[in-house]
């Protein structure tokens, strides 16, 4: 299928990309990897009347340490992300998060501020970004103000991006020494997609107890959330006698998608099953 008419715009500048999509309103619509526009554009899901494409920006392209914090351009692709020196020594979970995209093609193509914009509920990194509370930065000719991971996610597809904002940056605090981490997934055989995807941080104490634990799940609901249930039931317990009971709350108040691929009840028992598995991998490499 073709797209319905549209004109293509290319930004030189967040600054430039930020005036066009005020001066298009609801008809304005960013360009980034295109790895999800562009498929809903050809099903006629999508229909902007403007597109404005932000993939010659450099500003927002780069990965960056300041004050302590990783900093990941809204245009850094998959690929970078897996592949970057700094994200495998300071977010190890985010880079394998990353390594589980879709496949080289999309992981060349699809970048962080897309997939977290778009925010399909089986996308990968909602579940990473949760997990390691990372702080979104949204731009508009406003001004820009920073959303915490937990609150950026607000429905199906719905984050706190307005229309005429850009996603700019994802920033990361440091993850304490010592903390285990896990990304796994069950993948949807086509796509890759997760049917259900689990991320979890653990930090021991001396004792080998549970000090912090972090869990994000994706693909169950409509959207993206934070364990937190799973990870209060592990706070404070050792992993080898506590794991099984604590991952049984995964599915826990969430509304369970069902679709041609699995049932509400398959993924529930998938969450459970995955979110057991991520806390058992990251316990193990945790140090105490
Ligand atoms: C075959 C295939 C397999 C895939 N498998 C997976 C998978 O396993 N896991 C996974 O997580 N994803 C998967 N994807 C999705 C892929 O990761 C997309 O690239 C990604 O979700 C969107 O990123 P993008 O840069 O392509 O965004 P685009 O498609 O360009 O944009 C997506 C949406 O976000 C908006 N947008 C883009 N950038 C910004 C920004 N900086 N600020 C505000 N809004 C913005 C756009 O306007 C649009 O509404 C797959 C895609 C394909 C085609």
Redesign the pocket.
Known sequence: MFPASFEYHRAASVKEALAMLQQFGEEG????????????MKLRL?QPGHLVD?GGIRE?ASIREEGGRVVIG??V??RAVEASAVVQAKLAMLSECAS????V???N???I???L??A?P????PAAVLALEAEIK?EATAGSRAVKADEFFLDLMTTA?MPG????EVAFAPVPAGTGFSYLKH??PA????MVGVAALVKLDKQGNCDRVRVGITGLGPKAFRAKAVEGALQGKAPAQATGAAAAHAAEGIDALSDLHASAEFRAELARVYTRRALETAAARAQA
């Open positions: 619509k960013i360009l980034a990897g295109g790895h999800s526009l562009i498929p809903l999508a932000i927002l809204g245009l692709t998959h589980l995209i879709g496949d093609q999309v992981r193509r699809g970048t501020g897309g997939s914009a778009h399909d089986a996308a990968d990194y949204i991006v904002e850009l996603l700019t993948r949807q796509s890759g997609f997760a």
